[in-house]
C-alpha cells in the first residue's frame, strides 16, 4: 500500500509552552485577604491558577469570569491567573495587595426579579480601587512592575507598561 501523506501525524498546531496549576497557596492567601477586608463575593466560586513561566512578559496577573464551559467542568464563576514566575519572587504583603486588586474585579449580582445571581466584573475605575491607593498607596504596584522588569529585562518605557 502506496504512503498517503494525508494520514500521517502532524505536529499539535495548538502547542503551547505555557503551563497552568491550580494553587493551594493562592487560595490560602485569598481566604486571608476576603476576611480580612471583608470583600462579599455571594456565591461566586473562584478559580486560582500559576501560569508557568508568565502570562506575558508585560501581565503580571489576570481576572477573568469563567466561561459557561469552564463553570461546567470546574464549577468556577471566575479565575484568577497569576505569572508563576513573579509570585514565587514576592512578599506575602505584596501577593496580598496583588490579590485585594484581583479580588475587587469580583461583582456577583442577585437579580430579583429572575430570583438568580449574575457573576459580573466590576471594573478598575470602581471606588474600592482609590481606596488601595489611599490606604495602602501604589508601593505594591511599584513592586510588582519592578519585579517583573528584572524578571524579563525590561526597559524603563516597557516596566511602565506592566499591568495586573
Given at each position: 500500500?502506496?504512503?498517503?501523506?494525508?494520514?500521517?501525524?502532524?505536529?499539535?498546531?495548538t502547542?503551547?509552552d505555557?503551563?497552568?496549576?491550580?494553587?493551594?497557596e493562592?487560595?490560602?492567601?485569598?481566604k486571608?485577604?476576603?476576611?480580612?477586608?471583608?470583600?462579599?463575593?455571594?456565591?461566586?466560586?473562584?478559580?486560582?491558577?500559576?501560569?508557568?513561566?508568565n502570562?506575558?512578559?508585560?501581565?503580571?496577573?489576570k481576572?477573568?469570569?469563567?466561561?459557561?464551559?469552564?463553570k461546567?467542568?470546574?464549577?468556577?464563576?471566575?479565575?484568577?491567573?497569576?505569572?508563576g514566575?513573579?509570585?514565587?519572587?514576592?512578599?506575602k504583603?505584596?501577593?496580598?495587595?496583588?490579590?485585594?486588586?484581583?479580588?475587587?474585579?469580583?461583582?456577583?449580582?442577585?437579580?430579583?426579579?429572575?430570583?438568580?445571581?449574575?457573576?459580573?466584573?466590576?471594573?478598575p475605575?470602581?471606588?474600592?480601587?482609590?481606596?488601595?491607593?489611599d490606604k495602602?498607596?501604589?508601593?505594591?504596584?511599584?513592586?510588582?512592575?519592578?519585579?517583573v522588569?528584572?524578571?524579563?529585562d525590561?526597559?524603563?518605557?516597557?516596566?511602565?507598561k506592566?499591568?495586573?
Amino acid at each position: 500500500m502506496a504512503d498517503n501523506e494525508f494520514l500521517e501525524p502532524k505536529p499539535d498546531v495548538t502547542h503551547t509552552d505555557k503551563q497552568l496549576m491550580e494553587s493551594p497557596e493562592i487560595e490560602e492567601i485569598a481566604k486571608e485577604v476576603i476576611e480580612t477586608h471583608q470583600i462579599e463575593l455571594g456565591p461566586a466560586q473562584i478559580g486560582y491558577l500559576l501560569v508557568y513561566p508568565n502570562i506575558s512578559k508585560q501581565r503580571a496577573a489576570k481576572f477573568m469570569k469563567a466561561t459557561r464551559e469552564v463553570k461546567h467542568y470546574s464549577g468556577n464563576d471566575y479565575l484568577i491567573e497569576i505569572s508563576g514566575d513573579l509570585w514565587d519572587m514576592l512578599d506575602k504583603d505584596t501577593k496580598k495587595m496583588l490579590l485585594l486588586h484581583q479580588l475587587l474585579h469580583v461583582d456577583p449580582v442577585f437579580k430579583a426579579k429572575n430570583q438568580e445571581w449574575k457573576m459580573q466584573i466590576r471594573k478598575p475605575d470602581f471606588a474600592d480601587y482609590y481606596e488601595i491607593n489611599d490606604k495602602f498607596g501604589n508601593e505594591w504596584y511599584k513592586t510588582i512592575q519592578a519585579t517583573v522588569s528584572s524578571l524579563h529585562d525590561l526597559d524603563p518605557r516597557q516596566e511602565g507598561k506592566v499591568t495586573v
